[in-house]
């Protein structure tokens, strides 16, 4: 109230009829700031819980609609091409461009690369139990080279993510994918011997016209 009056040079007088209508003047305007106190006060007290229900209520649509998404896309999702499940692993003419037309010799190749690389996936399972991803990065580098060179490109691309998931100290990616290995190798090892068996065919089959 003090201040009120200091701020009021006019009101700084002797005649009490002044004072008067200044003094009822600075309640009113006291009561004025007390009413819109309170009514801010109620309003935020009012919009809190409907501002909470509708984050909630967000959050919930945002994780249905990221719940829906794969299903969705797994609906969508062209089935595989009959051509592109009986591609072998491996390409024919890189292995007549490395070793000749020779079947056989070819097959005897890619059996040592199984073996090979069956024994370095070991290695990683071994690396993986003591919980040490870099021997398995380094393992996997060397699948990644080997494979690279055979031109197998789904090893290949299996290993380069093995060795990304090495490099990042990534325990749980680096088992996963020795999975994937697995399997992918087991599919290059049927069609290894499917290869082979082949060759021999062919090579029977050659002999008995060649007879006279």
């Known amino acids: ?31 004025l ?18 501002a909470n229900a509708t984050a909630v209520d967000l959050h919930q649509l945002l994780q249905m609609r990221k719940a829906n998404q794969p299903a969705k896309a797994a609906d969508t999702a062209p089935p595989p091409e009959p051509e592109a499940l009986d591609r072998p692993p491996f390409e024919l003419a890189r292995l007549d461009a490395m070793f000749g037309h020779d079947r ?22 071994h690396a993986l139990r003591c919980e040490r991803p870099a021997p398995a990065r380094v393992l996997a580098q060397e699948i990644l080279d080997s494979s690279q060179a055979m031109g197998l490109l789904p090893l290949q691309a299996l290993a380069r ?32 011997t499917a290869l082979q068996t082949g060759a021999v065919l062919a090579d029977d089959r050659d002999g008995v016209e060649s007879r006279p």
């Open 104 to 125: 056989r010799l070819q097959g005897e190749i890619l059996a040592l690369f199984v073996a090979e690389t069956r024994d370095r996936l070991a290695g990683i399972a």
């Open 33 to 50: 700031a007390a009413l819109l106190w309170r009514r801010l006060r109620w309003r935020q007290a009012g919009c809190a819980p409907a």
């Open 161 to 192: 993510k093995a060795v990304h998931a090495g490099f990042s100290n990534d325990i749980g990616a680096l088992r996963h994918l020795h999975a994937d290995l697995l399997m992918a190798l087991d599919a290059l090892s049927q069609a290894v």
């Open 1 to 31: 109230m003090n201040a009120f009056l200091a701020a009021q040079p006019f009101l700084r007088c002797d005649d009490v009829s002044l004072m008067r209508p200044a003094l009822a003047l600075a309640g009113l305007m006291l009561l």
